[in-house]
């Protein structure tokens, strides 16, 4: 059996040709990458702006086209009449008490004093619209035990 010598010192043959030369980048191929990334983001950014703006304007059309109550139909009217069955008068203002027992997002200041004030929320109108004015509100009074009376307001009419 002949034996195999790994460890020869015969030199081995050196090869000093490239297989394939590599060529220098450009500052454009270098830079391409990061441009595409920004180009993405950019259209990114850009079509969430229009599409918000389109579903804004959509919501702005949809509050113009709300239904005002003499083109109810009687039954209608009549159950409107039933889900906001109590009403009050006076003047909207925003409730700023950052005591961790207020309820309402406005309050509703009517002749009396403190202990006749009604404290507001609802779930279908926007009341800042009505800070400063004198309105009757229409809606449903909620027990409290931190507030006299606490009202989800359901239509407002300005006086």
């Known amino acids: ?6 460890n020869s010192s015969q030199p081995q043959p050196k090869t000093s040709e490239q297989l394939r030369a590599v060529p220098d980048k450009t500052k454009f191929a270098k ?10 983001v950019g259209l990114g950014i850009f079509t969430g702006l229009v599409l918000t703006s389109v579903q804004k304007a959509k919501a702005q ?9 003499e083109e109810l139909s009687p039954q209608q009217q009549e159950s409107f009449a039933q889900t906001f069955r109590d009403e009050a008068e006076g003047t909207v203002e925003k409730n700023d ?3 961790k027992y207020a309820q309402g997002t406005h309050k509703l200041l009517r002749p009396g004093g403190e202990s006749q004030t009604a404290y507001l929320t609802s779930s279908v109108l926007d009341l800042d619209e009505y800070v400063g004015k004198k309105v009757k509100v229409f809606g449903e009074t909620f027990g409290s035990s931190q507030v006299g009376w606490l009202m989800d307001v359901g ?3 300005v006086q």
């Open 31 to 40: 830079i391409l990458p990061y441009f595409i990334v920004l180009v993405i």
């Open 155 to 157: 239509k407002v009419e």
């Open 1 to 6: 059996m002949e034996e195999i010598n790994l």
């Open 97 to 99: 008490d950052l005591d």
């Open 61 to 69: 059309n949809q509050q113009a086209k709300s239904i005002e109550e």
